[in-house]
């Protein structure tokens, strides 16, 4: 299904029990992003966002609706299923790098091929590419800790894209950054749209990096909002 967009969710809803009493986070949301595009989701804290962005990104399931990758339900696979698409289709970059301070950045980058058995050699070539691409070939030796605060998040998108997912989603990727820094590591994503085609789909709570993407999503109290 060529044509289908990259993604999409159909009247997503999520409740969670709580004290006896069933909070509803989300409300029946549904929304698509296309091929090729990025949409940033905006809305204040508790609207719903991260809950969305780990419904979308099978790290946990809905309550009701559906999520399609390119046309596939991905919604009701068994939970083994799940984990080995979410590691083979899925980028995830965080708020904070979670790199593993043991290993180091050529390291970190390779890993989710390894945990998917792809040939080592196979993995260090893709990990060196992507590294290189993002400037940080002259890095790969060094431990996490031995580098910035931006170079340590470009490192983590770089670890989300080796496996070569459908769609990169990212939580807050800039949130733990200064200004500067914050810009360096948009600059990159909409570079990466603009040579590889990258389908982004990432929650902000700036509205300056949001407007930089195709598009804007605003979620209020868990519905998506004109």
């Known amino acids: 299904m060529s044509d ?53 990104g099978t790290l946990d399931r809905a309550t009701s609706g559906r999520v399609l990758y390119g046309g596939r339900d991905v ?36 890993l989710p091929c390894l945990i998917a058995r792809i040939d080592p050699e196979v993995a260090r070539g893709r990990a060196s590419r992507l590294l290189s691409d993002v400037g940080l070939s002259g890095r790969i030796a060094h431990r996490t800790g031995e580098i910035s605060g931006g170079e340590q998040q470009r490192a983590a998108i ?18 733990n950054l200064d200004r500067k820094t914050a810009a360096g590591v948009v600059d990159l994503l909409v570079e990466l749209n603009r040579t590889q ?10 509205e300056r990096i949001a407007e930089r993407l195709h598009r804007v999503i605003r979620i209020d109290d868990g519905r998506i909002v004109p």
């Open 4 to 56: 289908a967009p990259a993604l999409r969710a159909e009247d997503v809803r999520k409740v969670f029990r709580r004290d006896g009493y069933d909070l509803e986070v989300l409300k029946g949301v549904s929304l698509s992003i296309a091929r090729g595009e990025m949409a940033g989701v905006v809305g204040v804290s508790g609207a719903g966002k991260t809950t969305l962005l780990q419904i979308l």
């Open 75 to 110: 919604s009701a696979l068994p939970e083994e299923e799940m984990a080995a698409f979410r590691n083979r289709s899925v980028g995830f970059v965080f708020q904070f790098h979670n790199l593993l301070p043991e290993f180091t950045v050529l390291e970190n980058v390779m």
């Open 158 to 175: 770089c670890r989300a894209l080796v496996m070569e997912p459908s769609v990169l989603l990212a939580d807050e990727p800039t949130g």
């Open 197 to 206: 085609g990258l389908s982004l789909l990432m929650v902000t709570h700036n």
